[in-house]
């Protein structure tokens, strides 16, 4: 079983639609949790960390369900340029080692 | 500010030749880390240094690769021999504690 687990997508939504997407981790000592973002032929950026209580940064909501072990997303009113890859990242030891997930793919369409 | 840098940002060559991937973390970083992504298996974390020292290269796949970090401002990545498998995006990071990581462009690296 993969540490992070994403349903890989992808997701088409057209502009304006409410999308979520979830995320599973196996390491029940994991402490902290993040969304990433990629676009096309780039580098990974940080989108958001988690917190236990969930955080909104935004059109953006992050929740964390640790008895069950995962983290979601939601993307209110998506914009064309939401489209891109979200990885879920998890810690493991200590914030410095993060595991990925292998990401989920979103298309805004017009 | 300049990001982490990396060279080459593309690279092509032959199985069995040596190549070796470059990075420049972000001055004042004291964390490292090398990844690779490919499609099936996603960016998977090779190696992490901590002040120049390594501290964890479970992820590093096998002997044909070493990585070193002679000093704050420079580390490499290094495959010999290379093969067709290790074809991927290689990415560098960097961070100091507490903060989030941030990723170099990467290099593409295609071994045919």
């Known amino acids: 079983r993969k540490e992070v687990e994403q349903d890989p997508g992808p997701f088409n939504v057209p502009e304006g639609a409410t999308v979520a997407f979830n995320c599973t981790y196996s390491?029940?000592?994991?402490?902290?949790f993040f969304w990433y973002r990629q676009d096309c032929r780039k580098e990974p950026k940080l989108l958001m960390s988690?917190?236990?209580s969930g955080n909104e940064d935004g059109r953006f909501t992050a929740q964390l369900n640790r008895a069950s072990q995962y983290i979601s997303l939601l993307i209110r009113d998506s914009k064309l340029s939401d489209s891109a890859t979200y990885l879920c990242?998890?810690?493991?030891?200590?914030?410095?080692?993060?595991?990925f997930g292998t990401g989920t793919r979103l298309l805004v369409s017009p | 500010d300049a990001g982490v840098i990396q060279s080459p940002r593309h690279e092509v060559t032959e199985m069995g030749q040596e190549v070796t991937l470059r990075c420049k973390p972000i001055?004042?970083?004291?964390?490292l880390f090398w990844y690779r992504q490919t499609m099936m298996r996603g960016l998977e974390l090779l190696i992490y240094?901590?002040?120049?020292?390594?501290?964890?290269d479970s992820g590093m796949p096998e002997d044909r690769f070493s990585a070193k970090m002679p000093n704050a401002s420079f580390s490499t990545l290094k495959i010999q021999p290379s093969e067709p498998r290790d074809s991927a995006v290689y990415f560098c990071?960097?961070?100091?504690?507490?903060?989030?990581?941030?990723f170099g462009d990467g290099t593409r690296l295609s071994i045919l």
């Open positions: 240094f901590n002040n120049n020292v390594p501290i964890d």
């Open positions: 988690v917190y236990s």
């Open positions: 390491n029940s000592a994991s402490q902290s």
């Open positions: 001055s004042g970083h004291d964390y």
């Open positions: 990071a960097s961070t100091l504690r507490g903060q989030p990581q941030h």
């Open positions: 990242v998890v810690n493991v030891r200590g914030f410095q080692k993060l595991v």
